[in-house]
Nanobody
Framework: QVQLVESGGGSVQPGGSLTLSCAAS????????MAWYRQAPAKERELVAS???????VYLDSVKGRFTISRDNAKSTVYLQMNALKFEDTAVYYC???????WGQGTQVTVSS
């Protein structure tokens, strides 16, 4: 069955960096777009970034220039490099296979001083 397993969340001070990973299994990874979403308390889930099989990336305006999505097709893994983190980036981050119902379990990112 399809599994998306995230890792790499944690707590960081403002201005810090984290890298999230999402390992996919049960799919032909190379043919799928992959995406990262996030959900902050009392807010709706929002698309943070997505990447196509040929590495075309789309970003939420508020993370452009700070976050980078990438993929390693040999490892069936998608990454989200997050730099210059801000308080408002605090959320649970989810890996998602677009156009399907498959989501990862989520990983908490907390930006606090």
């Amino acid at each position: 069955q399809v599994q998306l397993v995230e890792s790499g969340g944690g707590s960081v001070q403002p201005g810090g960096s984290l890298t999230l990973s999402c390992a996919a299994s049960g799919i032909i990874f190379t043919i799928y777009n992959m995406a990262w979403y996030r959900q902050a308390p009392a807010k709706e889930r929002e698309l943070v970034a997505s990447i196509s099989p040929d590495d075309r990336a789309v970003y939420l305006d508020s993370v452009k220039g700070r976050f980078t999505i990438s993929r390693d097709n040999a490892k069936s893994t998608v990454y989200l490099q997050m730099n210059a983190l801000k308080f408002e980036d605090t959320a649970v981050y989810y890996c998602h296979l677009p156009s399907t119902t498959y989501w990862g379990q989520g990983t908490q990112v907390t930006v606090s001083s």
